[in-house]
């Protein structure tokens, strides 16, 4: 009986296996086969839309391959909602045009839309962004730069295993989405490329981004209006400026950041370490239960950095930032800051900051011994906090 019951069962899993197996081949989409070249050379644009075409129709769960190679792409929109869930799986490089001009002025390069369960597994993606970098920087008339990877209205989204490097402008930007999961991703653009921002979060909930190194001329990770319950864990962040909560108050009314967590990560010749920052202006922004625990801090020049007076270009208006800043904790920082103010919280006179906790802090200067710096700033410490707490 025991060995008929054990044979059913191989039975069942052989023709479950089976079933599986075929349904999965049905929907395997090559880019190859709907004409894709993988020479780097000749415009894979149209071969990629149709492969997206039939994915997005398919009546079971689709798989888009893209094997080995470099497929060059001009600006591309996958447009859902689709039948079913996609995976995309990449074993080669996409290239963009290093032509900036011919990417139009959209903002961006390759746009995922109003989807719901998509995939992207492997793969990198080469923004080729050194042209439009040397355009920037010589102030000449340049397009609107292209992020690499956008999702844009959408929900249950991964991306895993994702190399993205050169951007033109961001790398991975997600707008007005929903669970959201990022990892084992690497970012790479020089440390002077500008506007090269390695993942942009806004209007977005639900998101966790683990495991990912990233190297860039902007932020490592930045978390604007909108943007609610975020877990970030186990990121190397540098060179780059940093994790940023913000710009926030670039609007007079603006949505909050609510609830994020960056843990377990480690900052190396930064500008920033973590930094919240709103521009000077009325806003009916905020930024609270936000915590920043267990990291490590190798040369950062603003380790831990709240700025209420963010004005790049020094051009603003200079009034007090509307944005209220509360619940912010700092657990278990370590190690060294490149500028003598390591811990810096530079908050609005008209809302001052409340609810900051320091814990277990250690940042030392090279030169000598670091100091904190508070302004409209208010909270409490526990445990060793060096330099001195000023809240
Ligand atoms: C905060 O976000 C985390 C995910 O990062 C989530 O698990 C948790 O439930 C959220 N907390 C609240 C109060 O929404």
Redesign the pocket.
């Known amino acids: 009986m025991a060995k008929h019951t054990k044979h059913f069962h191989s039975l069942i899993l052989f023709v479950a296996t089976f079933s599986l197996f075929s349904s999965c081949n049905a929907s395997y989409i090559n880019v190859v086969s709907f004409g894709a070249k993988p020479d780097g050379k000749l415009d894979s644009t149209g071969a990629f839309l149709r492969a997206w075409s039939s994915a997005c129709k398919s009546n079971e769960a689709a798989t888009i391959y893209v094997p080995k190679g470099s497929f060059l792409l001009k600006q591309v929109t996958f447009w859902g909602p689709c039948m079913n869930k996609i995976d995309i799986r990449i074993d080669g490089t996409i290239v963009a045009p290093s032509d900036y001009w011919s990417l139009g002025n959209s903002g961006y390069w390759i746009l995922f839309m109003k989807l719901n369960r998509v995939s992207i597994y492997g793969g990198t993606l080469d923004g080729s962004g050194a042209g439009y970098w040397h355009c920037k920087k010589t102030g000449g008339n340049c397009p609107a730069g292209a992020r690499t990877l956008s999702f844009s209205w959408s929900k249950n989204v991964e991306i895993s295993g994702l190399t993205t490097i050169n951007s033109k402008a961001m790398h991975i930007a997600v707008d007005h989405c929903q669970n959201v999961m990022i990892q084992d991703v690497r970012i790479r653009a020089p440390s002077r490329s500008p506007n090269t921002d390695g993942i942009s979060l806004q209007f977005s909930t639900?998101v966790?981004i683990s495991h990912a190194t990233i190297m860039t001329g902007d932020d490592c990770i930045s978390i604007s209006q909108g943007t609610?319950?975020?877990?970030i864990q186990r990121i190397a962040c540098g060179p780059g400026h940093g994790i940023s909560v913000g710009s926030l108050g670039t609007f007079g009314d603006e949505a909050g950041v609510q609830?994020v967590?960056v843990t377990d990560s480690v900052f190396t010749k930064t500008d920033n370490g973590v930094r919240i920052k709103s521009w000077p202006q009325p806003s009916n922004g905020y930024a609270r239960?936000i915590v920043f625990r267990n990291l490590i801090m190798q040369n950062a020049y603003n380790p831990i950095i709240i700025d209420q007076r963010y004005c790049p270009s020094g051009n603003c208006p200079h009034q007090n930032s509307g944005v209220k800043i509360s619940r912010v904790s700092y657990e278990h920082i370590k190690g060294t800051s490149a500028s003598p103010i390591a811990i810096n919280f530079d908050c609005s006179e008209s809302n001052p900051c409340w609810g900051i906790i320091l814990q277990d802090i250690k940042l030392t200067y090279y030169k000598g011994s670091a100091t904190s710096s508070c302004r409209n700033a208010g909270g409490s410490s526990s445990g060793i906090v060096i330099p001195r707490s000023c809240v």
């Open positions: 639900d966790t609610t319950n975020v877990w609830n967590t239960d």
